[in-house]
């Protein structure tokens, strides 16, 4: 079978976009001229791609296009209005779907274009020069960040299948830096890594343990608004600042700014301070300065916070674990354009002091993809385990242009049956159980079980099948609980924090339980504590800031929890002292 397909692994970042293709037994970038790829697109008569774009970019009538991994699959409203000031075109609706808004007189002769079309582009752009001629099937693996929602991966899913491809997989970006960089360091004991890949779009971190030439995710985490395009704006802002540019700017000079952005943190990497004159930017007269000054201090002042919200976020996610308690991490995996930064390095370390940090460049993401497809498509299903199945990080099948996910009639309790290689992902399946369910709460009010889904998946190899059950709960706090079982064995659970919560009637009544027995709780044990005034004055201003709205249900119980700490650590600790 090996012989008569063609196996390939595509990363489209949010910078440079990359393609592997299997040959001679082995994952091989498809271009070795041009490995890595501008994800940036200009529109015309011709379309063009990378390099290509950036040097035919001279008018503002022209289409540039760029940073479209942040909208693509995204309803206009989710999206920042942040990223939207930075944009250099406007977003619109069309056909019920977000859409680029092009400039009237265009060269392209478009009013719009979907993001979709754009990322086609660039996929088109990074195969292979005989990719046409290539003969048997194609089947490629796409990478998307951990965070990407369902509607996100189906919209990258439609903008590589329209290019021939026989069959399209997902795999998770940071999975696929640790699946390239075990492969390539040819690593032998068990081992427990965290990837950090901090990407131009998103925050994407990953505990994965590797044993056995098998590696499993343990947990996942990120922020799908956190990554380069973010230290961009910033210094663009401070460039903007600094010339006391306070109009809106031309696409070509929001464009420019990008260009100078990356400039100067490669220059600030070595130097102290840097001079920017008017000249290098602006073809007028009209901004005040002649010349501006950026120092050191002044680029680590406005990209320090973005830095240091991905590092606390990775802690957070990762210090809660068994495995960081039990010390057993041995080492931070960097990877993604942003993780480049240096000072990004100091503080990863004095966060993870313990652990060594390594670096992983930007193609390994896109190998790793194609050394997945050439596992999936050509490895046979006898080798894989079915407590692996759910951990296979792959939420949507392609085939002959069929998408097949679960169902969305499906209802409580039934049970659908779904080909052998259908791999929910965790982030997927906790989203496809939350819509279905959501609306609905009638029929949960009084049970801690919402509701349940078995997916029954037909072993080719083997008689009996495999069941993964996906469950909704509400734990004894009254959080909203997400399990997955393979073949009635637990191997993920996890709690879902989320506004979809404030809809829940139930919740809302079953918080009010938990409530009343915080409040009581602080106020008996505030009588044995020194402090006892001072939290029940703090109790007290947390009613007043919930009563008007100033908090949400989970913050003010969070605030009370702690509350009850402070009373209750005290009084063990006075009992102590008096035995």
Not at 129 to 138: A, E, R, S, T
Not at 382 to 403: A, C
Not at 498 to 516: A, I, L
Request: hydrophobic share 35%; charged share 25%.
């Amino acid at each position: 079978m090996s012989s008569e397909c063609n196996y390939f692994g595509i990363d489209i970042g949010t910078a440079t976009s990359c393609c592997y293709q299997w040959s001679n037994n082995d994952a091989c970038v498809s271009n070795s001229y041009r490995p890595l790829t501008l994800s940036v697109v200009l529109l015309g008569k011709k379309t063009k791609v990378g390099e290509d774009a950036i040097n035919s970019y001279r008018f503002d009538n022209q289409c540039l296009l760029y940073n479209v991994k942040r909208i693509i699959g995204r309803d206009v409203t989710e999206i920042p209005q942040n990223d939207k000031d930075h944009f250099p075109y406007k977003l619109g609706v069309r056909e019920d779907r977000t859409a680029i808004i092009l400039p009237q007189g265009n060269k392209a002769n478009k009013s719009y274009i979907f993001p979709e079309d754009v990322y086609t582009e660039i996929v088109k752009s990074i195969l292979p020069p005989n990719y046409d001629q290539l003969k048997g099937k194609k089947c490629v693996v796409v990478t998307v960040p951990e965070k990407f929602n369902a509607k996100q991966r189906a919209a990258t899913i439609n903008s590589v299948e329209c290019l021939g491809f026989d069959e399209v997989r997902l795999f998770s970006e940071p999975c696929a830096a640790a699946f390239s960089y075990f492969h390539k360091e040819h690593i032998q004991n068990s081992q427990t890594f965290v990837v950090f890949d901090f990407g131009g779009s998103t925050l994407d971190i990953a505990l994965i343990h590797f044993a056995d030439h098998n590696f499993k995710v343990l947990a996942v985490g990120g922020h799908p608004y956190l990554g380069g395009i973010d230290i961009d704006n910033a210094i663009i802002d401070l460039i903007k600042e600094k010339f006391r540019i306070t109009q809106k700017i031309s696409p070509m000079l929001e464009w420019k700014l990008k260009l100078k952005s990356e400039s100067i943190k490669k220059a600030l990497a070595y130097s102290s301070q840097i001079v920017i004159r008017n000249t290098e930017l602006f073809e007028d007269d009209l901004v005040p300065e002649a010349q501006i000054t950026i120092s050191k201090a002044e680029l680590d002042r406005v990209i320090d916070p973005v830095l240091t919200s991905a590092v606390d976020m990775a802690y957070q996610e990762i210090s809660t674990t068994a495995e960081f308690k039990r010390g057993e991490i041995s080492m931070i995996l960097l990877t993604g354009g942003t993780s480049q930064i240096q000072r990004l390095d100091r503080m990863v370390q004095e966060r993870f002091p313990l652990c060594k940090i390594s670096k992983i460049d930007q193609m390994s993401v896109a190998r790793g993809a194609c050394l997945q497809a050439h596992w999936e498509f050509c490895v046979s299903a006898n080798n894989r385990s079915s407590v692996d199945l759910l951990m296979q990080p792959i939420g949507i099948r392609t085939t002959d242009g069929i998408t097949e996910v679960l169902p969305s009639t499906t209802k409580i309790g039934e049970e659908v049956t779904v080909p052998f290689n259908f791999y929910p992902s965790y982030d997927y399946a906790q989203e496809l159980l939350i819509s279905l369910f959501q609306g609905d709460w009638e029929r949960f009010e009084g049970q801690s079980n919402i509701g349940t889904i078995k997916i029954n998946i037909p072993h080719p190899d083997r008689i009996d099948n495999v069941c993964i059950t996906l469950i909704l709960s509400y734990n004894k706090d009254c959080l909203l609980c997400f399990r997955a079982l393979v073949n009635n064995q637990e191997v993920y659970y996890t709690t879902i924090h989320d506004r979809w919560h404030s809809t829940n009637p139930y919740y809302e009544s079953q918080n009010k339980e938990v409530v009343n027995r915080l409040i009581s709780d602080i106020r008996i044990h505030a009588e044995y504590s020194p402090d006892g005034k001072r939290i029940i004055n703090e109790m007290l201003a947390l009613q007043e800031r919930r009563h008007n709205n100033q908090l949400s249900e989970i913050e003010y119980i969070t605030g009370l929890r702690s509350l009850e700490q402070q009373v209750t650590s005290y009084l063990s600790t006075s009992i102590i002292v008096k035995k």
